[in-house]
């Protein structure tokens, strides 16, 4: 499971058939420290997440199949949690959601 923050959604006239229906977002991955690291990447929303959301995501598609029970989605990764914030003590840094 890794931290991101929704930065964007995607529109898309013509999806693969087993993509209907599924919502598509933007995330930067971030660091620990809440700085963005990497590059953006699309991913499946399944809860209905907002732009600026803070979010647990995975990037394993056989357990997304899993947990959405279809065969073969292809997508890249999946957003699996919404995060309120983040309380870092040995820093005192927070990171809101």
């Known amino acids: 499971m890794r931290i991101a923050r929704v ?11 087993k993509l209907k229906g599924i919502k598509l977002m933007v995330i930067q ?3 620990p420290d809440g ?3 990497g590059k953006p990447i699309i ?6 997440a907002a732009v600026g959301s803070l979010v647990y995501w995975i990037e394993d598609g056989s357990t997304i199949c899993k ?13 699996v949690g919404l995060i309120d914030s983040i309380d870092m003590k040995t820093t005192g840094k927070v990171i809101k959601g």
């Open 67 to 79: 947990v959405m029970q279809k065969r073969s989605i292809p997508v890249r990764g999946c957003i």
């Open 7 to 17: 930065i964007g959604n995607v529109y898309a006239t013509l999806k693969h058939e």
């Open 43 to 48: 991913v499946a929303d399944y809860l209905n």
């Open 29 to 31: 991955q971030i660091s």
């Open 35 to 37: 700085q963005a690291a």
